[in-house]
């Protein structure tokens, strides 16, 4: 299991308790496993409101004290991968027999932080600048989560805690400024896709409503991907991937 939030700050000695443990499993097979040994031990399914409800765990468990545990299987906030790269960089915690435990590099709980809504993850997010993160593997991991999923605006999503958590503790950093220019790219990009999902259009018609060099410059971006295909001179339509 990756414990990928408080629970790996505090080993980390970044925090000093934390009142749930976020954990990501690889399979439902894992999955069912830790829910029934948690039940054992006096566990139960508690009544989720809130910020919490948004995070679509795949399991929650909660006992007599208060404490949680928040159970993911592989995806977490509906998108966002416990990726190959993640796994490499997460820190071996301890290792049994049936069982071995791994936290999460502090730049990827970062970027697990960033697309919460719950307030004391700003908190923590501050707590893990304040250590000293590797910003270029934070931008990567996001570039390479949106790849992932085309239908979901990860770059702006992410962005959004950033820009939240930035603008409440008055931190200015280079790679700011650059995730907000592919934010903005990216939310352009999806702009132009779903208009050519009613059909297809003509330029001036997928760049109403937008900075026509910026619409301009996303356009030639999707077609040299292949993912809009320029069918006349001033005519898109989507490419058919079967």
Partial sequence: MY???GGAMSFQNL???TKDIDVV???TRELELTRKALLSLGYFVPCIRGAYAKMNTSAILEN????????FVQVVCNGLQLSESMAKRSIELFSLEKISVYMLAPEDIFVFKSVTSRDRDREDMYTLFTRGLDFDIIRDEILWQNEQ????AWIAFFFDGLEEFADRYKISHPVI?????????????????ERLKGGNKTYEE????????????????????????????SQFSLN???
């Fill in 3 to 5: 414990l990928i939030g």
């Fill in 15 to 17: 925090k000093v308790a």
């Fill in 25 to 27: 499993l690889r399979s």
């Fill in 64 to 71: 007599s004290d208060g404490f949680r545990w928040d159970l």
């Fill in 149 to 152: 999923d085309r239908s979901f």
């Fill in 177 to 193: 400024g650059e995730l907000h220019d592919l934010a903005y790219q990216d939310m352009l990009a999806q702009m132009l896709i």
């Fill in 206 to 233: 997928l760049s109403q409503d937008m900075d026509s060099r910026d619409g301009k410059k996303v356009l030639e971006s999707l077609v040299k991907k292949g993912i809009i295909k320029q069918l006349a001179e």
């Fill in 240 to 242: 058919d991937f079967s």
